[in-house]
């Protein structure tokens, strides 16, 4: 079935540093979605993406839809302790006629040294 | 919006026993997932209504799972019996997709979730 691989598996920056992770398919997704989970938490949609090329803002996030269709990063700028967590990369892909399934990637954890 | 509400938030049960999760979607979407989310295989599509049918259920593990989505503000899932293996975290997300890519948000919001221990 289609995959999504994201990367990095986790991270470990100081307070203040720029984060970047990324997620890439061998298939093609039409929209793409950002998620952070806390602890005990579900996750929580950050930014959607919906345009080949398209660069959205969300505060300090930055993610942008590749232009191939089949990548997607997010950036975090000049991160803070409350930016930890698990990011996901998330892409909607046909299942059958008609219907329509999110695909996870595997997710990025990150850990901020204050 | 009160955004997707689900019960209990914690479970803890023996093995073999009959366990029911459910969730009450955003009003309006009409979409449902559930999830299962465990540290080895992380978050995975256990199965998808659209309208109230189920569309996909090539993610529910065996016939000891079981889902229903009865009206439009509510889904159950069932486990029986319950095995340890089955614990884990269940989510139920909501969306509003319509058929044939044809539009909808495509935003699909999750629920706090469910902990599930079965010892």
């Known amino acids: 079935g289609q995959q999504l691989n994201q990367s990095p598996q986790s991270m470990f920056i100081q307070e203040g540093e720029d984060v970047s992770m990324n997620c890439t398919s061998s298939?093609?997704?039409?929209?793409w979605l950002w998620y952070k989970q806390e602890p005990g938490e579900g996750p929580v949609l950050l930014i959607a993406l919906y345009k080949a090329g398209e660069l959205t803002s969300n505060g300090r996030l930055t993610a942008q839809f590749g232009i191939t269709r089949k990548d997607s990063f997010l950036n975090i700028s000049a991160s803070i302790p409350s930016d930890v967590g698990i990011y996901f990369c998330?892409?909607?892909?046909?299942?059958?006629?008609?219907?329509?399934?999110?695909?996870f990637g595997q997710g990025t954890r990150l850990t901020i040294n204050p | 919006d009160a955004g997707v509400i689900q019960s209990p938030r914690h479970e803890v049960t023996e093995m073999g026993q009959e366990v029911t999760l459910r969730c009450k979607p955003i009003s309006g979407h009409n979409s449902l997932f559930w999830y299962r989310q465990t540290m080895m295989r992380g978050l995975e599509l256990l199965i998808y209504?659209?309208?109230?049918?189920?569309?996909?259920d090539s993610g529910m593990p065996e016939d000891r799972f079981s889902a229903k989505m009865p009206n439009a503000s509510f889904s159950t899932l069932k486990i029986q019996p319950s095995e340890p293996r089955d614990s884990a975290v269940y989510f139920c997300?909501?969306?509003?997709?319509?058929?044939?890519?044809?539009?909808?948000?495509?935003?699909?919001?999750f629920g706090p979730g469910t902990r599930l221990t079965v010892t």
């Open positions: 298939s093609i997704f039409n929209t």
């Open positions: 998330a892409g909607w892909t046909n299942i059958i006629q008609g219907a329509q399934k999110l695909v």
């Open positions: 997300a909501s969306s509003f997709v319509l058929a044939g890519a044809l539009g909808g948000s495509y935003e699909q919001y």
């Open positions: 209504f659209n309208n109230n049918v189920p569309i996909d």
